[in-house]
């Protein structure tokens, strides 16, 4: 079964910070790969969406990157932000689930003044 | 924009109650699916729906039930609440295809006492 993966599980940087957050997941044959952000009690708002032909997806300061072949996922934020304070998930898309997404258990982010 | 509403943000019920959780959509989409969210557990899928009468269980059915008798509402039940049902719930529709990102209501927090 698949299992995704989020590294680390917690990060906290200052204000300005380029950052990086990591996906892994362990079969390959996926549709797609999205990242959504959570804020405290609310539901997942889609950041980026990659699909399996994809090597990368940009928005504004957000880049995320797919090497489907090693299983690997990155997120890269430039210059955080306070109000890039979230939890961010990543989750893959697999054939045969309905589109339904298999989720990685997040990474906390805290972006300091 | 793709709008997917959950008729309660907060629900408090009582252990043995049928619970109700609604959730609707105006895309006309034809997937729709219910997922839980547990700290240190990630989102798990609990029930999903290709289309109206149409249902399928996902990870962790048990203990739920759910009902599709329109397309565009998807309900979640709970036949005989417990405590371990205590949770987030988050209902999502995907796009027309398999490259479309995922769209989540605000979601329901759950406490069965």
């Known amino acids: 079964k698949q299992e995704v993966t989020q590294i680390p599980a917690a990060l906290s940087v200052p204000e300005g910070e380029n950052l990086v957050l990591n996906c892994s997941f362990t079969?390959?044959?996926?549709?797609?790969l999205q990242w959504f952000r959570q804020d405290p009690g609310k539901g997942l708002t889609s950041l980026l969406l990659?699909?399996?032909?994809?090597r990368e997806q940009t928005s504004g300061r957000l880049n995320a990157s797919l090497d489907k072949s090693s299983g690997r996922s990155t997120l890269y934020i430039a210059a955080s932000q306070p109000g890039d304070s979230a939890t961010y998930l990543c989750?893959?898309?697999?054939?045969?689930?309905?589109?339904?997404?298999?989720f990685g258990k997040g990474t906390s982010l805290l972006v300091t003044p | 924009d793709v709008k997917v509403t959950q008729s309660s943000r907060y629900l408090v019920k009582r252990t043995g109650e049928k619970v109700f959780l609604e959730c609707v959509q105006d895309?006309?989409?034809?997937?729709m699916f219910w997922y839980r969210q547990d700290p240190g557990l990630g989102l798990r899928l609990i029930y999903f729906?290709?289309?109206?009468?149409?249902?399928e269980k996902g990870d962790i059915p048990e203990g739920y039930s759910v009902s599709r008798e329109k397309k565009e509402r998807f309900s979640l039940i709970l036949e005989s609440a417990s405590t371990n049902q205590t949770s987030m719930y988050l209902c999502?529709?995907?796009?027309?295809?398999?490259?479309?990102?995922?769209?989540f209501g605000d979601g329901t927090r759950l406490s069965i006492l």
């Open positions: 989750a893959v898309n697999e054939p045969n689930s309905g589109y339904a997404l298999n």
């Open positions: 079969d390959s044959a996926i549709y797609n």
């Open positions: 990659i699909q399996s032909s994809q």
């Open positions: 895309m006309d989409h034809e997937n």
């Open positions: 729906s290709y289309d109206v009468k149409m249902k």
């Open positions: 999502a529709t995907p796009g027309p295809n398999s490259n479309q990102p995922q769209h």
